[in-house]
Protein backbone atom coordinates (compact mmCIF):
# COMPACT_ATOMS: atom_id res chain seq x y z
CA UNK A 1 0.00 0.00 0.00
CA UNK A 2 2.78 2.83 0.82
CA UNK A 3 4.42 1.62 -2.22
CA UNK A 4 1.32 2.28 -4.58
CA UNK A 5 0.85 5.89 -2.42
CA UNK A 6 4.58 6.75 -3.39
CA UNK A 7 3.90 6.01 -7.43
CA UNK A 8 1.11 7.98 -7.37
CA UNK A 9 2.77 10.92 -5.24
CA UNK A 10 5.30 10.49 -7.97
CA UNK A 11 3.63 10.43 -10.81
CA UNK A 12 1.51 13.53 -9.60
CA UNK A 13 4.42 15.63 -8.91
CA UNK A 14 6.24 14.32 -12.17
CA UNK A 15 3.04 15.26 -14.23
CA UNK A 16 2.75 19.27 -12.17
CA UNK A 17 6.25 19.57 -12.79
CA UNK A 18 5.72 18.87 -17.07
CA UNK A 19 3.11 21.10 -17.24
CA UNK A 20 4.45 24.68 -18.36
CA UNK A 21 3.62 27.85 -16.25
CA UNK A 22 1.87 30.73 -17.07
CA UNK A 23 1.71 33.91 -16.26
CA UNK A 24 -1.44 35.48 -14.44
CA UNK A 25 -2.74 38.61 -14.21
CA UNK A 26 -3.87 40.12 -10.77
CA UNK A 27 -6.38 43.16 -10.80
CA UNK A 28 -7.62 44.91 -7.43
CA UNK A 29 -10.34 47.56 -7.28
CA UNK A 30 -12.42 48.83 -4.42
CA UNK A 31 -13.28 51.35 -2.30
CA UNK A 32 -12.59 53.46 0.92
CA UNK A 33 -15.70 55.21 2.37
CA UNK A 34 -15.19 57.43 5.41
CA UNK A 35 -18.61 59.55 6.91
CA UNK A 36 -18.03 62.18 9.39
CA UNK A 37 -21.42 63.07 11.07
CA UNK A 38 -22.23 66.03 13.80
CA UNK A 39 -25.89 66.91 14.90
CA UNK A 40 -27.08 69.56 17.22
CA UNK A 41 -30.36 68.15 17.81
CA UNK A 42 -30.21 64.47 18.68
CA UNK A 43 -26.90 62.23 20.32
CA UNK A 44 -25.96 59.74 17.29
CA UNK A 45 -23.72 57.00 19.54
CA UNK A 46 -24.61 57.86 23.07
CA UNK A 47 -26.37 60.69 25.25
CA UNK A 48 -23.29 62.72 24.88
CA UNK A 49 -22.22 61.89 21.65
CA UNK A 50 -23.05 64.43 18.54
CA UNK A 51 -20.10 63.24 16.19
CA UNK A 52 -19.50 60.36 14.70
CA UNK A 53 -16.87 59.46 11.73
CA UNK A 54 -17.15 55.86 10.01
CA UNK A 55 -15.39 54.21 7.63
CA UNK A 56 -15.38 50.94 5.66
CA UNK A 57 -13.05 49.68 3.09
CA UNK A 58 -13.64 47.17 0.15
CA UNK A 59 -11.19 45.53 -1.82
CA UNK A 60 -11.40 43.28 -5.10
CA UNK A 61 -9.12 41.18 -5.97
CA UNK A 62 -9.15 39.39 -9.37
CA UNK A 63 -6.28 36.81 -10.24
CA UNK A 64 -7.12 36.11 -14.35
CA UNK A 65 -4.94 33.15 -15.82
CA UNK A 66 -6.75 32.81 -19.27
CA UNK A 67 -10.23 33.87 -20.57
CA UNK A 68 -11.30 30.60 -18.81
CA UNK A 69 -10.21 30.32 -15.71
CA UNK A 70 -10.23 33.35 -13.20
CA UNK A 71 -10.08 33.48 -9.33
CA UNK A 72 -11.81 36.30 -7.17
CA UNK A 73 -11.19 37.39 -3.36
CA UNK A 74 -13.53 40.31 -1.99
CA UNK A 75 -12.50 41.60 1.58
CA UNK A 76 -14.88 43.59 3.32
CA UNK A 77 -13.14 45.61 6.59
CA UNK A 78 -15.72 47.42 8.94
CA UNK A 79 -18.22 49.26 9.39
CA UNK A 80 -15.44 50.74 11.79
CA UNK A 81 -17.14 53.88 14.15
CA UNK A 82 -13.80 55.99 15.60
CA UNK A 83 -14.09 55.66 19.36
CA UNK A 84 -16.27 52.75 19.43
CA UNK A 85 -14.44 49.39 21.30
CA UNK A 86 -17.31 47.27 19.52
CA UNK A 87 -15.90 47.72 16.15
CA UNK A 88 -12.23 47.80 16.75
CA UNK A 89 -11.77 51.41 16.25
CA UNK A 90 -10.97 52.82 19.57
CA UNK A 91 -7.56 54.20 21.10
CA UNK A 92 -5.60 50.76 21.96
CA UNK A 93 -7.28 48.39 19.97
CA UNK A 94 -6.76 46.69 16.82
CA UNK A 95 -9.75 46.53 13.94
CA UNK A 96 -11.15 43.16 13.49
CA UNK A 97 -13.98 43.62 11.56
CA UNK A 98 -12.36 41.55 8.57
CA UNK A 99 -15.09 39.87 6.46
CA UNK A 100 -14.56 37.99 2.86
CA UNK A 101 -17.34 38.53 1.36
CA UNK A 102 -17.21 36.54 -1.87
CA UNK A 103 -14.07 34.02 -2.67
CA UNK A 104 -14.90 32.07 -6.23
CA UNK A 105 -13.16 30.09 -9.23
CA UNK A 106 -14.43 31.46 -12.86
CA UNK A 107 -14.02 28.34 -15.17
CA UNK A 108 -15.07 27.25 -18.35
CA UNK A 109 -16.22 23.28 -18.92
CA UNK A 110 -13.45 22.56 -22.26
CA UNK A 111 -14.85 22.39 -25.66
CA UNK A 112 -17.95 24.24 -24.44
CA UNK A 113 -19.60 27.47 -24.00
CA UNK A 114 -20.84 26.14 -20.40
CA UNK A 115 -19.44 28.49 -17.87
CA UNK A 116 -19.12 27.43 -14.20
CA UNK A 117 -18.39 29.33 -10.67
CA UNK A 118 -17.53 27.60 -7.32
CA UNK A 119 -16.77 28.89 -3.92
CA UNK A 120 -18.95 31.87 -1.92
CA UNK A 121 -20.79 34.14 -4.42
CA UNK A 122 -23.48 36.21 -4.86
CA UNK A 123 -26.63 34.61 -6.16
CA UNK A 124 -29.57 36.30 -7.74
CA UNK A 125 -32.74 35.23 -9.75
CA UNK A 126 -33.65 37.50 -12.22
CA UNK A 127 -37.16 39.22 -12.00
CA UNK A 128 -39.29 41.08 -14.13
CA UNK A 129 -41.54 43.43 -12.11
CA UNK A 130 -40.00 43.47 -8.70
CA UNK A 131 -36.04 43.58 -8.07
CA UNK A 132 -34.62 40.96 -5.32
CA UNK A 133 -38.21 39.77 -5.45
CA UNK A 134 -37.20 35.99 -4.99
CA UNK A 135 -33.24 35.43 -4.37
CA UNK A 136 -30.60 38.02 -3.69
CA UNK A 137 -28.32 36.82 -1.26
CA UNK A 138 -24.34 35.45 -0.85
CA UNK A 139 -23.82 32.11 -0.20
CA UNK A 140 -21.42 29.13 -1.26
CA UNK A 141 -22.34 27.31 -4.17
CA UNK A 142 -21.98 25.80 -7.53
CA UNK A 143 -23.33 28.01 -10.81
CA UNK A 144 -23.06 26.65 -14.39
CA UNK A 145 -24.38 28.84 -17.02
CA UNK A 146 -24.29 29.09 -20.55
CA UNK A 147 -26.19 30.40 -23.84
CA UNK A 148 -28.18 28.80 -26.34
CA UNK A 149 -28.78 31.36 -28.20
CA UNK A 150 -28.27 35.37 -28.54
CA UNK A 151 -31.84 35.74 -26.56
CA UNK A 152 -32.08 32.51 -24.55
CA UNK A 153 -29.78 31.27 -21.85
CA UNK A 154 -30.34 29.21 -18.78
CA UNK A 155 -28.16 28.69 -15.49
CA UNK A 156 -28.40 26.04 -12.83
CA UNK A 157 -27.03 26.54 -9.06
CA UNK A 158 -26.87 24.97 -5.89
CA UNK A 159 -26.10 26.84 -2.70
CA UNK A 160 -25.68 26.82 0.77
Known sequence: MKRLCSLCLTLGMLCGAAATAGAVEIKAKGTWEILSEW???APLNGPNDRFATLQRLRTQVEIISSNVLKGVVFFEIGHQNWGDSKSGAALGNDGKDVKVRYSYVDWVIPQTDAKVR???QPFGVPTFAVPMAVLDTDGAG??????FTE????ALFWLR
Open 118 to 120: MGL
Open 142 to 147: ITVSGQ
Open 151 to 154: NVGA
Open 39 to 41: SNV
